[in-house]
């Protein structure tokens, strides 16, 4: 055994510098010494078995499964025939998109030009293949693109050849991005005034001091950025995913430089891989819109999409913004730059032309209808009666929900005349109720817009479409017809005049349909989820007008209704709700379809905060519900809490049905201490819409420091900038929780 200690090694030095030279300097011997001890380390590294052992396992361990896994699992397939290569298929599988429909195979997935694991399937390349490209190294709004790839990964469907990107600065925070078909976008500015601003192709990004934001258009795979002017920050980028536009489908990426999101509706912060459908026959508050806050910068921005078909929002893993739709024809999405709640409210405020707004301390008052089915019109007047002779206190009434239909304008009754008046008596005033579609028969108005083809047809013929609803034969015209003014000239301005009513509720655009349901299959390459559900009771998505599919203008219809209907200074003034709600209507927004429960309740409380933080400021729902269920399965409590809850809203309308007069003594007097309780609101709420702000605020609204906080407190927030509220959701609940410092960290 070998000692290597420092005498032994000091002897065997001297030893052999004596046999060699007999003598040694003490500086050279302790030189000798250090590179006999270095060497001597280094053996014992390299030439020790135990570390030899250790190492090589090491090396292993670490190499081959890197190995085996690029060998076995990480197969990319390159696209064949793609002579414009770009795009990695090596990077981290959080961020993999779907390329095409599930369980597409190897060879497929090559052809559409796809990366494609074992352990993932088909997936888009980063940044993707199926983009749009510039054949030039500027671009410009009149600039026309072309696929980078001719097939789209839907069903071997071919891209559209011809796409524009347009980018349009509104204001000093607000910009839109627009993509659209050429040829079919162009065609429908002559049924759609408002594409005009879309396809002003002439105008270009121009540099203004005033901006809040930079745009950045990058060629020749073409992608957007928007930047924060202050710091240099991404707001807004689609270079992380798809552009694909086929004839019937399309699908555009977007990432919000955020950590958090919320909107859609939703005060809840949205959840990753979760779908949204911006059109629903249950949720008609689906609000296009979602906002983000970046914890780093400390600031919130948005985008708000604009799109005449049925949308489907999905939210990857990390946090990109899948958007799908179908049509290829427009999508325009509003990129919202804050920095607050606050100021995002009052951009999403700046791009409507004209705002309503609640004038009367009275449109504030209580409002009653009557949604009761085969109930007629001497059983409405008898109810009235009750509640007059009672004196529960009520601002106006509408006698029945489905009264006056559009096209029977000749037949104003004398027991409706008579329960106006009974109203007017009682200094309460009279809500009409406007069904737009139209009952088939004999009318003029009917026979009017079937000869001027006004009405939808059925998708084989030139036959008006018959739907069944309230035990009726009705047909739905079309509003977004330049024709229809005149028809309206005709028919709905006298009507106006003989009813003298205080105010209008345009009843939905598309009544429930049951007459048929037709489910979108074969004639689009790919269909959202849910979308066949949401339209069940609904008009058929296949019939037309024009030539057009409704599905086609399913969204701008009721938009277009509402500008028509309202667009006399006489109809301006009163009071006008809709049940097509839409940030750019003339009329304040009412829910319908909500169920008298306890889980339906506490979902309407957090849609009222998410419909504010989406710029919605006027809007209600139908307190206690709308369901017709029988009155004993009502819950007395749950009507209390509604009651509670609908005392700050800013429209307090109650079905006959719920109102005071159906509940116990002690329920009447809880909910009349409750409606006084309102009324000595009314000034406070009335000042606070006179402003520019939001009337039911989230706490983010007024603390948008508190954002992480935001989705534990989704029943607190504020009325006016005074008024904290926190509904009772529970049944027999002693307490609830609320946050009251707000400003501590």
């Not at 590294?45 to 670490?62: C, G, M, P, Q």
């Not at 529960?392 to 009434?397: E, I, L, M, R, V």
């Not at 066949?532 to 277009?560: G, H, V, Y």
Request: charged fraction near 20%; hydrophobic fraction near 35%; charge should be negative.
């Amino acid at each position: 055994m070998v000692n290597n200690s420092f005498d032994d090694k000091k002897e065997i030095l001297e030893d052999d510098n004596v046999r060699n030279n007999g003598s040694l300097s003490d500086e050279k011997a302790k030189k000798t010494y250090n590179d006999l001890l270095n060497t001597a380390w280094i053996h014992k590294i390299l030439l020790n078995r135990t570390i030899r052992v250790v190492i090589l396992t090491a090396v292993i361990a670490i190499c081959l499964p890197t190995f085996v896994y690029m060998i076995f699992y990480s197969r990319e397939l390159n696209p064949t025939n793609y002579k414009q290569e770009y795009g990695t298929c090596g990077y981290y599988d959080i961020y993999h998109l779907p390329c095409g429909p599930k369980n597409i195979s190897q060879k497929i997935c090559k052809l559409r030009g796809c990366c494609y694991m074992d352990t993932h399937g088909c997936y888009h390349a980063l940044p993707s293949r199926h983009r749009y490209l510039s054949s030039k190294n500027t671009w410009n709004n009149n600039e026309i693109l072309s696929p980078a790839y001719k097939q789209t990964p839907l069903d071997g469907e071919m891209a559209m050849q011809q796409m524009k990107l347009i980018v349009d600065e509104i204001n000093e925070n607000v910009v839109k991005i627009s993509i659209l078909n050429p040829q079919s976008a162009e065609e429908d500015t002559h049924n759609n005034d408002n594409n005009k601003n879309d396809l002003n192709y002439s105008r270009e990004i121009k540099e203004k001091d005033e901006k809040m934001y930079d745009v950045k258009v990058f060629v020749p795979s073409i992608y957007v950025e928007v930047y924060r002017k202050e710091n240099n920050v991404t707001v807004f980028s689609s270079a992380k995913g798809p552009w694909i536009a086929s004839s019937n489908y399309f699908e555009w990426s977007m990432q919000l430089n955020s950590d958090l999101m919320m909107g859609l509706g939703h005060y809840n912060f949205l959840d990753v891989g979760q779908k949204y459908l911006l059109f629903n026959n249950k949720s008609n508050f689906a609000v296009p819109f979602v906002m983000g806050f970046n914890k780093k910068h400390k600031k919130y921005h948005a985008v708000y999409f604009s799109c005449n078909t049925p949308l489907e929002v999905e939210i990857m893993d990390t946090k990109l913004i899948m958007v799908r739709g179908l049509t290829s024809s427009l999508l325009s999405v509003h990129v919202l730059t804050g920095p607050t709640p606050r100021d995002i409210f009052l951009q999403i405020k700046s791009l409507n032309k004209e705002k309503y707004t609640l004038k009367e301390f009275w449109h504030l008052g209580i409002h009653l209808c009557d949604n009761t089915e085969n109930k007629n019109l001497l059983q409405a007047i008898k109810d009235v009666q009750e509640i007059l002779d009672n004196e529960f206190p009520f601002d106006s009434h509408c006698l029945l929900e489905n009264l006056i239909w559009l096209s029977n304008n000749e037949i104003i009754s004398d027991e409706m005349r008579e329960a106006i008046e009974k109203l007017e008596k009682g200094k309460k005033r009279f809500i009409a109720s406007i069904m737009t579609p139209l009952e088939m028969g004999e009318s003029k108005a009917y026979n009017v817009a079937k000869d001027k083809n006004l009405l939808f047809t059925t998708s084989t013929s030139d036959t008006p479409y018959i739907g069944k609803s309230y035990n009726k034969n009705i047909s739905y015209i079309d509003f977004t017809l330049p024709e229809v003014t005149q028809w309206l000239n005709e028919f709905w301005t006298p009507l106006i005049e003989e009813i003298s009513a205080d105010g209008f509720l345009f009843q939905g655009t598309w009544l429930p349909d049951n007459s048929q349901f037709i489910p979108i299959k074969h004639e689009f390459p790919y269909v959202p989820q849910q979308l066949n559900d949401s339209m069940q009771n609904t008009p058929p998505w296949n019939i037309k007008s024009r030539d057009k599919f409704l599905l086609f203008t399913q969204n701008q219809i009721a938009e277009k209704q509402i500008e028509k209907m309202v667009s006399s200074d006489n109809v301006k003034q009163k009071l006008i709700l809709t049940t097509s709600p839409s940030n750019s209507v003339f009329a304040a927004s009412y829910k319908q379809n909500v169920s008298s429960t306890w889980k339906d309740f506490g979902n309407n409380v957090n849609t009222l905060s998410g419909l504010a933080v989406g710029g919605f400021n006027l809007y209600g729902f139908p307190v206690c519900g709308d369901d017709l269920r029988n009155d004993d399965e009502i819950s007395e409590e749950l009507c209390i809490r509604w009651y509670q809850f609908a005392s700050i809203m800013p429209i307090f309308r109650v079905n006959s049905n719920r109102f005071v007069n159906k509940f116990s003594k002690f329920t009447q007097q809880t909910m009349i201490r409750i409606i006084k309780r309102r009324y000595s609101l009314l000034e406070y709420m009335h000042s606070s819409l006179m402003t520019d702000e939001l009337l039911v605020r989230p706490i983010i609204y007024e603390f948008p420091e508190q954002f992480e906080f935001a989705e534990n407190y989704t029943n607190q927030f504020m009325v006016g900038d005074a008024l904290m509220v926190v509904p009772v959701l529970l049944p027999s609940a002693k307490y609830v929780s609320i946050i009251l410092e707000i400003n501590l960290n």
